[in-house]
């Protein structure tokens, strides 16, 4: 069993807020919990964290113990079981290996799950969602996701008139039931394709779905589909092989980019060539690096970035800290889990990167404060309903 990583994220309970209820000491003394996470050293992952600690912990008097790297079943059911004999009750989650089996083992313990930055398909939702212990799913919405990984293949291609470009896709875990992956990657691949003027020989949502390496040439255009999670060890390895002989000159990624850059800037120099790289990620110091040139000289490394913010998982926090408390049901949906949507950022150009990552490190209370979290916390605000709930997760 992986041991648990913990972190003391705060001492102080909240204050100055303007709030007049007392919240019980349940609540506010002590509350701890479980966050699922499948790659400690990714970006986002980080983001996410620093939003937690640094914020949440210290304005919540909260606590979050992280899993090791989750990559089997049975990495995910040793958490969930470490958390119980813990007496930890709630866990936030991106992406789970079996969320079926998950949430079974959860009714079994009493606890709480909740995917706080992640979108399920119909049939993987349609089967948990009347699980008590299965919160919901507060993500970018279905049309978010082809809309994010469309407008990056558009931004990219559409000037292409020499049909001088080659593409490298990185579609994640499309093939492993991600359904986020997947819909960014088919919009890319349909997107092209219109682009361009032609059809694929194989429909565009089974090619997004490949397990292994898979190259595809229509019309004078190629496009390599690379899929697997960029954490893996062989990850980085099959990136600098596809970039190796110069070929490609753009890389569009369905999540994120650190662990590829490496060799981006290997086939940059072996090649005396430009690529150009897009990512579907977040607004993170890795983030800013790329933009900026930190570890190029000054030359922008990433050209185009669709992604969320460290606070994005707040509505999250927020759920859990109600089901707590004691208010489960009350902030179900027609007395089933919610399925809530948040909106993607854009960056085009550094100066665009630049003003959101301020909005996003800089003033938490630019995207969630903790005032606004706790008006949706029915221990501080006994008039918060659902629907006061889903204003705040999607605005």
């Known amino acids: 069993m992986k041991k648990l990583t913990g972190f003391l ?42 939003y937690y600690e640094d914020y949440l912990g210290e304005a919540f008097n909260a606590d979050f113990l992280y899993s090791s790297d989750i990559s089997t079943w049975e990495d995910e059911k040793a958490f969930v079981d470490e958390l119980h004999a813990l007496g930890i009750k709630g866990i936030i989650s991106s992406q789970s290996v079996d969320r079926e089996a998950v949430i079974e083992l959860c009714e079994e313990y009493g606890m709480y799950y909740v995917f706080g930055s992640s979108s399920l398909s119909d049939e993987a939702f349609n089967a948990i969602k009347d699980s008590p212990s299965f919160l919901g799913t507060i993500g970018a919405s279905n049309e978010s996701e082809r809309e994010a990984g469309a407008g990056m293949a558009e931004f990219f291609a559409a000037d292409d008139t020499e049909k ?11 093939g492993l039931g991600n359904e986020m992956h997947r819909l960014r990657g088919l919009a890319m691949l349909e997107k092209l394709a219109e682009i361009y003027g032609f059809t694929y020989d194989t429909p565009a949502s089974e090619l997004v779905q490949t397990s292994e390496v898979l190259t595809v040439e229509k019309d004078g255009i190629k496009i390599v589909l690379l899929p697997g999670y960029p954490f893996t060890e062989t990850f980085p390895e099959e990136v600098a092989v596809q970039l190796a002989d110069g070929s490609i000159d753009t890389v569009m990624s369905t999540n994120i980019v650190n662990t590829l850059m490496d060799a981006v800037r290997e086939a940059e120099e072996a090649n005396q060539i430009n690529i150009r790289v897009g990512a579907i990620d977040c607004f993170t110091e890795e983030a800013y690096e790329y933009f900026n040139g930190t570890y190029n000289g000054g030359e922008q490394e990433l050209d185009y970035l669709v992604g969320r913010y460290g606070a994005c998982v707040a509505p999250a926090f927020a759920s859990i800290c109600n089901a707590y408390a004691g208010y489960a049901e009350d902030f179900r949906d027609n007395g089933q889990a919610f399925r809530l949507e948040q909106n993607f950022w854009t960056a085009e150009n550094v100066d665009e990167f630049n003003e959101l990552y301020a909005l996003s490190v800089g003033m938490y209370d630019n995207t969630y404060s903790a005032a606004d ?10 008039n918060a309903s659902f629907d ?8």
Do not use: W
Request: with cysteine.
């Open 9 to 50: 994220c705060g001492m102080a309970l909240v204050c100055g807020l303007g709030m007049q209820a007392a919240a019980s000491d349940d609540m506010t003394q002590g509350i701890t919990i479980g966050i699922a996470v499948y790659n400690q050293e990714d970006a986002q992952t980080k983001a996410f964290r620093t």
């Open 373 to 382: 979290i706790m008006q949706v916390l029915k221990e501080f605000n006994p």
């Open 388 to 395: 006061d709930f889903k204003a705040f997760a999607e605005r």
């Open 164 to 174: 001088a470009h080659r593409y490298l896709i990185c579609t994640g875990g499309a």
